[in-house]
């Protein structure tokens, strides 16, 4: 098992026995911290995750981003392996992907591409201080957002990490696939990420 293999069964254990109410507690004040930033409030099109597997979930957050009258959108697997992203309000029918996990219902000319996004809120296992990210392992995010790689920081889509703050690490190793967050949001606080690169 490689170091990264190790850290991901160790942090999805963690995630998997917190409780329902520390979920609850966790998301209402990773809400507050992303009010905190203004692009979170005034941005239009803004791309989150529905969870799964103990992932820190999005419902408070989403419900000041709706009364606002700003558009949702959750990601759709596409061929290459890459993510587009559909509008989703509340009442659209959504469909298991191959993973379990539940994407919107539309047709194809309705997919947003990742470069049409002004905000992206990206779930992770594990993070560090200078925006590096530790995912589930299949590298969708980092194929998708590829094209900001070698672009100066913030850009947009400005990317924003999501995560309970024990999943912050000391320092995760460079790869070269890998994109940096621009922020990581926590239940605690909102981590500039291009200060602390």
Request: charged share 20%.
């Amino acid at each position: 098992m490689t170091n990264r293999q190790d850290l991901r069964a160790q942090l999805k254990l963690q995630r998997a026995n917190l409780t329902a109410a520390a979920r609850i507690a966790a998301a209402t004040g990773m809400a507050a911290v992303l009010e905190q930033l203004p692009e979170f409030i005034v941005d239009m099109h803004v791309a989150g995750y529905w969870a799964v597997g103990g992932e820190l979930p999005l419902h408070v957050a989403l419900a000041a981003l709706m009364a606002r009258g700003q558009n949702y959108h959750l990601p759709v697997l596409t061929r290459g392996r890459t993510l587009h992203f559909a509008r989703w309000r509340q009442g659209v029918a959504v469909q298991p992907n191959r993973y379990g996990i539940p994407e919107p219902q539309c047709v194809p000319a309705e997919l947003l591409a990742p470069q049409a996004l002004d905000l992206v809120l990206v779930p992770l296992l594990g993070f560090d201080r200078r925006g590096h990210r530790l995912g589930t392992g299949g590298g969708y995010y980092d194929r998708t957002f590829a094209f900001l790689k070698d672009v100066p920081r913030p850009a947009q889509p400005l990317l924003v990490g999501i995560g309970y703050s024990f999943q912050e690490l000391p320092a995760l190793p460079d790869q070269t696939w890998d994109i940096q967050m621009d922020f990581v949001a926590t239940e605690l606080e909102l981590i500039d990420c291009t200060v602390s690169a």
